[in-house]
T-cell receptor, first 112, second 111 residues
Framework: NAGVTQTPKFRVLKTGQSMTLLCAQDMNHEYMYWYRQDPGMGLRLIHYSVGEGTTAKGEVPDGYNVSRLKKQNFLLGLESAAPSQTSVYFC???????????FGDGTRLSIL | QQPVQSPQAVILREGEDAVINCSSSKALYSVHWYRQKHGEAPVFLMILLKGGEQKGHDKISASFNEKKQQSSLYLTASQLSYSGTYFCGTEIKEYGNKLVFGAGTILRVKS
């Protein structure tokens, strides 16, 4: 059982570059989430999805875009990376909004 | 609307007890608790869905006071494996469908 898989695990970007983080889950969950984790700030929600084809903004959506074309995949895009986006990014999924969230192993992203 | 967790950090010896508190300024549907070990993903511990509900397994339990918009996590007879950062995630009635996490409580258990 893979659960929630994030790719890549590490990435270094230069300011202004773009990239896409991929999250895939094999649990048939409806809800998927993207968080960023910075020291001392906990997990902050970037965007989330309540089902295939839907997306919604979280607490810190600026500078990010997402897509959920297939139920099992949730993509997070950075169009023009900035040093302030250096962080650890976690994807999570759940059956419903009030059910346990299952997290991927994270992507460590550094922007120089 | 980020919930406030207290304490920010706590150091225990094996066998000691600890309480971690989570307080929100908003009305809540539910409270989730997660533990994260260094360099790893957060792992689900438990959900409290109803006001006054108390849940637990092994020596970790939690309570939820819906009226006070507070939850507490109780760790009894702590073990080395309990070390990590504990996060509460609150499902706010005003927003639904998503969690707002606290900044975390660092717990270190020493032998």
């Amino acid at each position: 059982n893979a659960g929630v898989t994030q790719t890549p695990k590490f990435r270094v970007l230069k300011t202004g570059q773009s990239m896409t983080l991929l999250c895939a889950q094999d649990m048939n969950h409806e809800y998927m989430y993207w968080y960023r984790q910075d020291p001392g700030m906990g997990l902050r929600l970037i965007h989330y999805s309540v089902g295939e084809g839907t997306t919604a903004k979280g607490e810190v959506p600026d500078g990010y875009n997402v897509s959920r074309l297939k139920k099992q995949n949730f993509l997070l895009g950075l169009e023009s990376a900035a040093p302030s986006q250096t962080s650890v990014y976690f994807c999570a999924s759940s059956f419903l909004g009030n059910q346990p969230q299952h997290f991927g192993d994270g992507t460590r992203l550094s922007i120089l | 609307q980020q919930p406030v967790q207290s304490p920010q950090a706590v150091i225990l010896r094996e066998g000691e007890d600890a309480v971690i508190n989570c307080s929100s300024s908003k009305a809540l549907y539910s409270v989730h608790w997660y533990r994260q070990k260094h360099g790893e993903a957060p792992v689900f511990l438990m959900i409290l869905l109803k006001g006054g509900e108390q849940k637990g397994h092994d020596k970790i339990s939690a309570s939820f006071n819906e009226k006070k918009q507070q939850s507490s996590l109780y760790l009894t007879a702590s073990q080395l494996s309990y070390s990590g950062t504990y996060f509460c995630g609150t499902e706010i009635k005003e927003y639904g469908n998503k969690l707002v996490f606290g900044a975390g409580t660092i717990l270190r258990v020493k032998s």
